[in-house]
């Protein structure tokens, strides 16, 4: 393939490396890897799960991972600055479409979206997935304490808990955490919350690093917890764009004054390195809201940011 050319989503024959092609213009998958679902040699796939009837204040997360496909076109002509190597030297990663489920069975919804992470992740592959709402990161943990084994560690930022109380199974964007804590699939003590500025007086016995806190302490202080509540377990990792305060993300359905700056998050994920990440996701970008893109553009770097740790992790 003449690296010239455009269209790398479609015509990139080899899945490693970072070859520019116009921001402008072209198939837009994520960073530009190939469009593929033959997952043969594949170290890493990213998938969209664009499911948002489980929010509860502005819809539109659905859009999300159309969103963050396309902001990510801009930064996808070199390795993010600063990191030290490019992970898309030493991870074959694809881009493996959207999970497709039918809004009209929304009782169907969680179980669809389980065994998609699981064709997946059972093939060896690690996931990387676009929300959608944060509700979708329920049935991935599923999928994922299934494969590597329960209870997981959590690694959550956000704005809210996502662990109000709940014993009606209710498809809710702010119920997933309570659940996967009373199944058994999250082990709240050696879990770490960061950027919480919502209360709930029942924290679940997960450890907290709230809004405040990380503005108080600073990013090292912020890492070198998280690093100590984690230690070597298996890591899940799930990024709530809502995380960051509303200035640099105002696109999505409960935004918070007061949150982390795009700076803050990235820095305290570059500081993940060493974390024993088995997956992840970005969810809650919700494009109908944004301003000249800045909320999906912060998505994507914070993606490309969990795809670096995963990379330290696996290469």
């Known amino acids: 393939m003449d690296k010239r050319a455009g269209d790398h989503a479609i015509l990139r024959s080899d899945l490693y490396g970072t070859t520019p092609e116009p921001t402008f213009a072209g198939a837009l998958s994520f960073m530009r890897r190939k469009y593929s679902r033959d997952l043969e040699g594949v170290d890493l ?3 969209g799960v664009p499911l948002d009837t489980a929010t509860t204040n502005r819809p539109g997360a659905r859009f999300g991972p159309r969103a963050i496909r396309a902001a990510s076109s801009i930064m996808a002509w070199e390795r993010p600055y600063g990191m030290e190597f490019d992970p898309f030297d030493v991870l074959a ?3 493996y479409g959207d999970c497709f489920f039918d809004h009209g069975r929304p009782d169907t919804v969680p179980e669809v979206i389980e065994r998609h992470a699981l064709e997946i992740i059972s093939q060896g592959p690690g996931l990387l997935s676009l929300g959608g709402d944060h509700f979708v990161s329920y049935p991935l943990l599923r999928a994922h304490a299934e ?3 329960a209870p997981l560690s959590l690694l959550h930022f956000d704005a809210h808990s ?3 109380e709940d014993d009606e ?3 809710d964007h702010g119920t997933m955490f309570y659940h996967a804590v009373q199944e058994g699939l999250v082990d709240p003590e050696h879990s770490v919350q960061i950027g919480l500025r919502t ?3 029942d924290t679940l016995g997960f450890q907290i690093l709230d809004g405040p806190w990380v503005q108080d302490n600073g990013i090292d202080a ?3 917890a998280a690093h100590a509540i984690l230690g070597e377990r298996p890591v899940y990792l799930t990024f709530d764009i809502d995380c960051l305060d509303p200035a640099f993300a105002p696109g999505t359905g409960t935004p918070v004054c007061g949150g982390l700056s795009t700076y803050q998050a990235i820095s305290i994920l570059r500081g993940m390195h060493g974390i024993n990440l088995i997956g992840g996701d970005v969810v809650e970008v919700a494009p109908a809201y944004d301003v000249g893109e800045i909320t999906a553009l912060a998505a994507a ?3 490309m940011e969990i795809i670096g740790i995963y990379a330290a992790a696996n290469s």
Do not use: E, L, M
């Open 45 to 47: 796939v990213v998938s």
């Open 93 to 95: 990663v694809v881009d």
């Open 147 to 149: 494969k590597f084994g």
């Open 162 to 164: 996502d662990t109000w």
């Open 169 to 171: 199974g209710r498809i």
């Open 199 to 201: 209360r709930n007086a």
């Open 222 to 224: 912020v890492v070198d």
């Open 301 to 303: 770097h914070v993606a």
